[in-house]
């Protein structure tokens, strides 16, 4: 039923400690998955990367859930924009996700435009690409296609389940609807719900979107134009929000960018513009606009305690997992007290929970950058937990 | 030279407590305004309303300074609206701000497009809308053409002037370059200075509406067209900033719009959703998208320290009016601690200075809506410069 199109193979550590990355592999599901809307979606592809050695027992494998604009390339140069992996400071030989000890797997989410099934795909009953003929999905529809994947690569149980932001809404949904197959699960810098403020910033860029008339209602691929300019604005208007103040202020303030005095014009007189306008005309270059709407639409539709009788804890009841909940203090998308609900609601069922908040003025994408705190508190986690499930102590390095 | 197109009426406070509203009157100034950019700009006119009497000695006007898509229709209904004046709370008969004791003055801002001159006004050069030939200009031509309007109307000093967000920042200008013709500051919910997040939201807008294709550099009014989904996004996203989280999860949180589930679908499914579309959609019948850039931009080139050798206390240096600052607590978008680095510098120069930081969850848009604790401090504090001035108190309601 489902084909193994390419087998995983040995993996060594080069010698600069550099992981030599498998590349992406694809896996193509037959059976159709069964979503959340009651609708099917079939067959689909999941593209996953992976780094590091599945063991004998397949009890080491560790699978990285990415955020709304991340991809599977977690710790290699990035085949389309050629710069490092988004999570190679935490994942890697020696890194706090060691690859010489576990087996990392990491797949482009459905709704994705880096190789697995999303409104870009070409549907196979049309021959055409989706566009929004693609089903809405949510962030548990992701989950079940991960889960395929999963069971595809005969691996019972995950030895531990990471992500931040959208990654840790997959998490939770992990530990929520497959509790015997996650050992232990890191939701990062998230919510179990999103919150009306986020929903309204999602919308202001979905409006972006639609607003540019080369959207074509969502059919801009068969017309060979991409709406570059309503996907630029959605993604300066969600940057601001992965930023604090605090990091706005102290990296950019109020300089100008490349000149003495202000213009008094509408070219980008200050870094802060100069910046934004950056980072929306390179995502335009590496991002599909119809899976920009529907991934946002599934973390709008996120909400775990309405999923269970509106009651948080229900969510979690059974579980034996060991949690570590991780928030920020400048994140002002999920901020620390969102993460406080996950836990209270963990507590609630006793379950076996470690919460830290890293103090942080580096906003929202404090989790992706340099923290020291954030990468100590997730090793002295894992390994807890390594040794716990009686994985084999690090190799001394020479 | 400057021609007094329609001279001031005697008002009456009607029967059931409403001010008899003049209606919008026109300031049509001859002599060029000489911009803070170097070039000039005349003749120009400034629309503004009057609300009370203006006594013989001409000691009870007070000046009131609209905020970015405020205008001059302060507590009248609104002509293209049909809504209540956007201070109507504040100002009124009887009210902190009462019309039956102070002359009330509200300019529409140079740059606007209620009546003041600005970029959809005509060139009387060519004949047609200025559009982008428009010249950028500052918050300190703003208050430039203000100052030509009191001039006009014969004040040489104006009681109180007050303004909350960028109508602050016209209070903060006008207390800097015009010392000796301001009795009583009010900057409210405001900032000496546009902070980098600040700046990144209005770049956000900008390239929203440059995007639009029906933007066409500027050029819309000469081809009959308006730039609105442009517009719409630009005023959706900044209006999220107006609220707090807390505002907007006690006004909307996750509740569904008239429906009793997700449709899986880009529809308005949220009420937070339908309710900033229909901000966006309801802005642009009653707000010019041109405007809108040059308006912004004078915000974001505004820097009061960087215009006083970067010492803020400069900029007050000899100052003997009083001020009165304020700030709410879940202000973001102007957060407490930049009232209090006015009130520092204010400090500085032994001003004269009062500080309130109101606690409300209301967000920026506080000083709009109903603040009891807010206008208690407005009024106190104006009762208080009343007495000092020699105003005559309040008269007895029977």
Redesign the interface.
Same mark, same amino acid.
């Given at each position: 039923m489902m084909a193994i199109q390419s087998p995983l193979q040995q993996e060594r550590t080069a010698d600069d400690g550099v992981p030599v990355h498998h590349g992406t592999v694809t896996f193509p599901a037959e059976q159709p998955l069964d979503l959340d809307?009651g609708?099917k979606l079939g067959p689909f592809t999941i593209a996953y990367n992976t780094y590091g050695t599945l063991n004998g027992d397949k009890s080491n494998a560790v699978l990285i859930c990415h955020a709304l604009t991340g991809d599977q390339h977690v710790t290699n140069l990035h085949p389309l924009t050629g710069k490092e992996g988004w999570w190679s400071l935490l994942v890697g030989p020696g890194k706090p996700i060691d690859t010489n000890r576990y087996f990392v797997i990491c797949p482009n989410i459905l709704g994705g435009c880096m190789g697995s099934t999303g409104p870009a795909s070409v549907d196979p009953a049309t021959g055409t690409p989706y566009g929004?003929t693609f089903?809405?999905i949510t962030i548990g529809d992701m989950v079940a296609a991960q889960n395929r994947l999963i069971e595809h690569l005969g691996i019972d149980q995950l030895f531990a389940v990471l992500g931040g932001s959208m990654g840790g809404m997959q998490v939770l949904e992990w530990a929520s609807r497959h509790k015997d197959k996650v050992y232990a699960a890191l939701p990062i810098a998230t919510a179990a719900?999103?919150?009306?403020?986020n929903? @309204?910033?999602h %919308?202001?860029g979905?409006? @972006?979107v639609? @607003? #540019?008339?080369k959207w074509l209602r969502g059919d801009y691929h068969s017309h060979g134009v991409v709406p570059r300019?309503?996907l630029?604005?959605a993604r300066? @208007?969600a940057h601001?929000t992965y930023l604090s %103040?605090d990091a706005?202020?102290e990296?950019?303030?109020?300089n100008l960018q490349n000149r003495s005095d202000?213009t008094?014009?509408?070219d980008? #007189?200050?870094q802060? %513009?100069s910046y934004?306008?950056h980072q929306?005309s390179t995502f335009v270059d590496r991002f599909d606009a119809n899976s920009y709407?529907y991934i946002t639409?599934a973390m #709008?539709?996120f #909400?775990l305690a309405?999923e269970n009788g509106d009651v948080l804890a229900n969510a979690f009841r059974g579980t034996r997992a060991r949690f570590c909940v991780v928030s920020f203090t400048s994140d002002?998308l999920y901020?620390t007290r969102e993460s406080r609900e996950i836990v209270q609601a963990l507590n609630a069922v006793a379950a076996n929970v470690s919460f830290v908040e890293i103090d942080s003025n580096a906003g929202h994408d404090a989790f992706l950058l340099d923290e020291p705190e954030f990468f100590a508190t997730i090793r002295g986690f894992v390994e807890s937990c390594a040794a716990k499930r009686g994985l084999p102590p690090p190799v001394e390095q020479a």
């Open positions: 809307s609708k929004l089903p809405v719900w999103h919150s009306s403020q929903i @309204a910033f %919308e202001v979905r409006q @972006a639609m @607003a #540019d008339p300019n309503g630029a604005v300066m @208007a601001i %103040e706005l202020h990296k950019f303030g109020r202000r008094f014009s509408f980008a #007189d200050f802060v %513009e934004l306008r929306g709407l639409r #709008d539709y #909400d309405a002002w901020p």
